[in-house]
């Protein structure tokens, strides 16, 4: 019986997104593997592209959409979008409404989903960045992110001690204490209301923001979180793969109603860590009892 919708996206970001400089990364190729681990498993995906990439990689870009995936944005040129003036704004929408028409163009869409580059921190909720999204009919964006105690125990930070987690008070406070921004900052219910706040930190749901936007919030962490920053010809090592393919399902079998996958392409896509997508999307599958979705496609 199918009780979970999910949702798989890609920062889809390339050489914008990528903290090294001078590296060989051949997007269109990294792509086609992605493309075919998604088909493998027949999951439809959101890929949130810096919107500079529809120009650079039409082609790409319209394969990408011709196999079903929804495609969305992550910024213009993968810029911080939490303190822009009002100038700074203004010129950031240009170019935007730019490339949504050149979206348009491409794919007959426009785009209807976002994710912002650094997703929008250390603010994440910027009401005057989402009103202008909402007015240029985007309806649903993606930057709550949720920390998840489990991502303390990476092989290189903390060696032992994650079965402390099962203890009943364990997890609810280490969770607390990691998301302490959001439960300070953003209370998306009750902006009065620290024990509104709470539930919607411990059980997360996709909700509606004052400007009419749908916020879908990130249930399992970025993996680059997981696996650091490799370059993408690095292997990340067999000790890192099966502790973020862990990482992802345990967090899947805690989010009973909602989750999602949040991957950038050039972390995934490359070297030892696409086994990590392939993995987690196959148990997934074989247990049946989720629907993959992409909320700016059912419109
Ligand atoms: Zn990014």
């Known amino acids: 019986m199918i009780t979970r919708d999910i949702i798989v996206t890609f920062d889809y970001e390339g050489l914008w997104g990528m903290p090294h400089v001078g590296v060989d990364y051949d997007l269109p190729a990294v ?12 999951v439809s995906a959101v890929f949130f592209t810096s919107s500079k990439l529809y120009y650079d990689y039409p082609q790409t870009i319209q394969k990408i959409h011709q196999a079903g995936h929804e495609v969305g944005v992550h910024g213009h ?3 911080h979008l939490h303190n822009l003036s009002q100038s700074e704004r203004d010129s950031f929408a240009q170019d935007l409404e730019a490339a949504c028409k050149e979206l348009e163009r491409l794919t007959g869409r426009r785009p209807r989903g976002f994710r912002a580059p650094y997703l929008m921190g250390p603010l994440f909720y910027v009401p005057k960045m989402y009103q202008l999204l909402a007015d240029m009919g985007f309806t649903w964006i993606s930057n709550r992110e949720i920390r998840t105690p489990e991502e303390l125990w990476r092989p290189d930070r903390l060696p032992f001690g994650i079965s402390m987690l099962k203890f009943p008070l364990v997890r609810p406070l280490l969770l607390a204490a990691l998301n302490l921004g959001l439960l300070r900052h953003d209370r998306p219910t009750d902006h009065q209301n620290l024990v509104a706040a709470w539930r919607w930190l411990s059980r997360p749901q996709p909700f509606q923001r004052p400007e009419g936007l749908m916020e879908h919030p990130l249930v399992s962490p970025l993996d680059c979180d997981m696996v650091g920053f490799p370059k993408p010809d690095q292997a ?4 890192f793969t099966d502790f973020t393919r862990q990482t992802i399902l345990d967090d899947y079998h805690r989010s009973p109603l909602y989750f999602n996958i949040n991957v950038p392409d050039w972390i995934i896509g490359t070297s030892d860590r696409l086994q990590v997508l392939d993995d987690a999307l196959a148990a997934i599958r074989q247990e049946g009892t989720s629907r993959f979705i992409l909320p700016g496609r059912a419109l």
Do not use: F, M, P
């Open 31 to 42: 792509t086609d593997q992605l493309l075919t681990v998604l088909k493998r498993h027949q």
């Open 77 to 79: 040129a993968h810029e």
């Open 236 to 239: 990340s090592g067999r000790s």
